[in-house]
């Protein structure tokens, strides 16, 4: 029995040995490690501003996006160009696409405004209150006629903003818009100004995947 054991012993130490003086081969083919080939993504920088706003039958300028893969230029290709002579909210895709068929994308929203006069001066800038809950919705003007506005459907933890349109007189909506990932709009169903052009209280049906169809009420603060 002992001889048996120091047998085994033995064998061990000498797989061991063997191991040990066995050296990794790290010469790998250029680009990989091993069988497994190495890549570098994209990353892509959209220049300019993130959101910009055009009045119908203006000029948009594209600021345009750049690419790099490591130290490496790669192509950008632009889609979803605004139609400068249809009022909506547009949204511009860049794609930037490395040599394996990896790609990076990157986003801009174009709103394209028509607004008449008796909108233009209006300022409905300022916070509102949702009925039900309290929950602000925030309005910031940022074109005539043009608001983005924070947590549209006074929805507590939501960080979604839009882009809504006041195009005549008290008249206001969500233009059909990729925001949050999701297409949104909305159905305006009465405003009701205040003085000199500013808006007391408004309410609105919002369309949209994570949004009930319920109408939904809201007083400046």
């Known amino acids: 029995m002992k001889k048996y054991i120091k047998y085994v012993g033995l064998v061990l130490v000498g797989v061991l040995a063997f191991s040990c003086n066995k050296k990794d081969d790290f010469n790998y083919k250029t680009g990989y490690v091993g069988i497994s080939k190495i890549t570098t993504y994209p990353i892509i920088t959209?220049?300019?501003?993130?959101?910009?706003?055009?009045?119908?039958?203006?000029?948009?300028t594209d600021p345009g996006a750049t690419a790099k893969a490591g130290t490496a230029d790669v192509k950008v290709v632009a889609t979803g160009l605004p139609d400068v002579n249809t009022a909506g909210v547009y949204t511009e895709t860049y794609t930037a696409t490395n040599t394996d068929g990896f790609a990076a994308t990157g986003t801009r929203t174009i709103a394209v405004y028509s607004t008449d006069a008796t909108a233009a001066a209006n300022d409905y800038s300022g916070?509102?209150?949702?009925?039900?809950?309290?929950?602000?919705?925030?309005?910031?003007?940022?074109?005539?006629?043009?608001?983005?506005?924070?947590?549209p459907g006074g929805a507590p933890g939501t960080n979604l903003t839009v882009i809504v349109f006041n195009p005549t007189g008290s008249k206001i909506f969500i233009p059909a818009q990729i925001a949050g990932g999701n297409a949104t709009s909305s159905s305006t169903e009465s405003t009701v100004t205040?003085?000199?052009?500013?808006?007391?209280?408004?309410?609105?049906?919002?369309?949209?995947?994570?949004?009930?169809?319920?109408?939904?009420?809201?007083?400046k603060q």
């Open 127 to 151: 916070s509102y209150a949702r009925s039900t809950n309290g929950s602000l919705a925030v309005w910031t003007k940022v074109a005539p006629g043009v608001y983005s506005v924070f947590n």
């Open 46 to 60: 959209v220049a300019g501003d993130p959101y910009i706003y055009v009045a119908k039958g203006g000029t948009y």
């Open 194 to 219: 205040g003085p000199g052009g500013t808006l007391a209280s408004y309410m609105m049906v919002i369309i949209n995947p994570g949004y009930g169809g319920s109408l939904r009420s809201f007083a």
